[in-house]
């Protein structure tokens, strides 16, 4: 098992540019989430999935667009960026929508907006 | 709505020192709480877990016992080494849903042989 895999690791982007971070996993999660983390402010949720074609906004939605067509694809899109949206970016995901379930995380992407 | 507040760091030890890292939280239901750990360049990992009152995660040494009394999940250990070096995060799961995770803002441990 890979767990939980995000590509690309670091990004550098201009203001106004486009992309799509990517995120995969193979345990057959139902749940999967993205969340950003800046200094002193723990772990923001930005979109969220509770299986295939379902997703809903986190607290921190604007900016960005998350599609599931797959159990195993949770890719998140950043539409225009800006450089608010510098942070370093996990993907996670758990196995149902148990409050008792942990989440399993992956290794992050740094993305960096000039 | 839903909150965790955890002591701000830095917190430097020496090593085989005892550790306590405050967490208190804020819920209207019945979290399950959570303390997870974020080694350097890493993505987070659960350390332990606890879903009801006066239940006691443990893992690697680490302690915390839910306490629904004074809302609390403190992080202890009795003697660390400078591989517990990381960030460890409290967080609170409120609803069957997962997508009310709560984390707090993270404690930086440093500790020095």
């Known amino acids: 098992n890979a767990g939980v895999t995000q590509t690309p690791k670091f990004q550098v982007l201009k203001t106004g540019q486009s992309m799509t971070l990517q995120c995969a996993q193979d345990m057959n999660h139902e749940y999967m989430s993205w969340y950003r983390q800046d200094p002193g402010m723990g772990l923001r949720l930005i979109h969220y999935?509770?299986?295939?074609?379902?997703?809903d906004q986190g607290e921190v939605p604007n900016g960005y667009n998350v599609s599931r067509s797959t159990t195993e694809d949770f890719p998140l899109r950043l539409l225009s960026a800006a450089p608010s949206q510098t942070s370093v970016y996990f993907c996670?995901?758990?196995?149902?929508?148990?409050?008792?379930?942990?989440?399993?995380f992956g290794p992050g992407t740094r993305l960096t907006v000039t | 709505g839903d909150s965790v507040t955890q002591m701000e760091g830095p917190v430097t030890l020496s090593e085989e020192a005892f550790l306590t890292i405050n967490c208190t939280y804020t819920?209207?239901?019945?979290?399950?709480l959570f303390w997870y750990v974020q080694y350097p360049g890493e993505g987070l990992q659960l350390l332990l877990k606890a879903t009801k009152a006066d239940d006691k995660g443990s893992n690697k040494g680490f302690e915390a016992t839910y306490r629904k009394e004074t809302t609390s999940f403190h992080l202890e250990k009795g003697s660390v080494q400078v591989s517990d070096s990381a960030v460890y995060f409290c967080a609170l799961s409120d609803q069957d849903g997962g997508f009310k995770t709560i984390f707090g803002a993270g404690t930086r441990l440093f500790v020095k042989a």
């Open positions: 999935s509770v299986g295939a074609g379902i997703t």
């Open positions: 996670a995901s758990s196995p149902t929508r148990h409050r008792s379930d942990e989440q399993y």
């Open positions: 819920a209207t239901g019945y979290p399950s």
